[in-house]
């Protein structure tokens, strides 16, 4: 929570000052911003890496002939940066293209039938270049705020991936995502906040592992890995 709280405060002063404005001019701030056919901006953000896993329950020489089972702990705040390119479709939508980079981990612990973790867990680094492109669904404006809808497709290229993770993943990956937000429009330009989901769509996991004996069990424990992250992400348009 101690990362969010300067987050938390940052965005009540913003909309203290936005009401304070609201009552001094009574008048909407940007009126004209939504006719613009063409728009770009940046993008701020925290989130947090997930994955799906999916053990096989394999039993092998090379995990003493006992099952291991892994499981997501420890999850970790990451951050993420990026360019917004906003094309309005019509009133209500846009399609909105947000390339970008994502910094972040996750542990993964080896737990044996007999509930007995791993000392270790396994820590996977990711840097994910993204290309989200997305449809942006709008409400009606109400003064200065207008809630919006926004869903579609983000390829990922992960630059991080390394044989020292003792678990080795594929570097390509898709992912559908869908979230919501709100537009707050200030004096002199458009700050939103969103919550969203991206669900991974292929599975990362390499059956090829490390080529390290002692890795082995843990390419063969998993069936399959998929790749999720959730964001929060704060834009200025």
Known sequence: ?????????????????????????????LPEFDEKPL??????????????????????????????????????????????????LNKWFDLRFLPGISFGQRNIVFINENGVAEENPLEIKSTFIEFPLLIKYSSARAHNFKPYLVGGVNGRLDLAK????RLVLRSLDAAL?????????????????EIKASYGL???????GTGEVEDVKYTQALDKLTSNIFHLTFYFE
């Open 177 to 193: 995502e869908a979230g919501v937000g709100i537009d707050m429009y200030l004096n002199y330009f458009r700050f939103s906040t």
């Open 39 to 88: 728009h770009f901006g940046f993008l701020l953000g925290l989130n947090v890496m997930d994955f799906a896993l999916h053990n096989s329950g394999a039993i092998t020489s090379e995990n003493g002939n006992v099952p291991l089972y892994g499981d997501l702990i420890n999850y970790q705040p990451g951050i993420n940066i990026g360019i917004v390119s906003n094309l309005r």
């Open 1 to 29: 929570m101690k990362h969010f709280l300067p987050i938390i405060l940052g965005l009540m002063l913003i909309l203290s000052a936005n009401a304070q404005n609201i009552k001094k001019k009574g008048v909407p701030n």
């Open 202 to 208: 292929f599975n990362v996991l390499n059956p090829n």
């Open 162 to 165: 390394s044989r020292k993770d």
